[in-house]
């Protein structure tokens, strides 16, 4: 299980848990914002797909964040009630009670330890975070469910430490652009 904790100070650390409980590596917040980790295409898709199934009350902005990350042409992003399609990527995106993070994400692999299993595969959203900085983390927590990991210096949500952009960059985007590329 790959657990992405994002602290109030975030100094969190990136602990990568293969299915069968190996550690396959911990890194720390500068680590690379791709390690190969990505979402597959499933369903017959024609591109990897996936619907945030949101549990958090309308403070927090999981649709927003969701309509901008569906910006990348290699993916379809969305946000939906329920899930529309059993089979396809669907985490639900829980709002806890948790003042040890703003947000975490937890992203299990596959057996190839590359592509991002649709099992145990959700989002947890703190009412600790203030209001100013949800928008933020909840960018932030979907992109490492799109197999982001954390980038700084950067104008991005996918920073980790006290500046909150509420949006991707270009970087961001052509991250995907490139991580998704291929036929999966
Ligand atoms: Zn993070
Ligand atoms: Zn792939």
Known sequence: V????????????????????????????????????????????AQPTIWFVDRTDASWPVTAAADEWNRSSRLTVGRRAECPHPGDYCPPVHQVNNSNFYGRTFRPLNADLTHISRF?????????????????????????ALGLEHRQ????????????????????????????????
Do not use: W
Not at 5 to 30: H, I, N
Not at 173 to 184: K, T, V
């Open 2 to 45: 790959l657990i992405l904790k994002r602290t109030g100070m975030r100094t969190a650390l990136v602990t990568t848990l293969a299915l069968a409980g190996l550690a396959v590596s911990v890194q720390s917040a500068s680590a690379a914002h791709y390690i190969g980790l990505h979402l597959a295409a499933l369903n017959g898709h």
């Open 120 to 144: 145990n595969f959700y989002i947890e959203l703190s009412n600790s975070t203030p209001s100013t900085r949800r928008r933020s983390v909840a960018c932030h927590e979907e992109g490492h």
């Open 153 to 184: 210096p950067a104008d991005s949500c996918l920073r980790a430490d006290n500046v909150f952009p509420n949006l991707p960059d270009a970087h961001d985007f052509n991250q995907l652009y490139s991580a998704y590329g291929h036929s999966h």
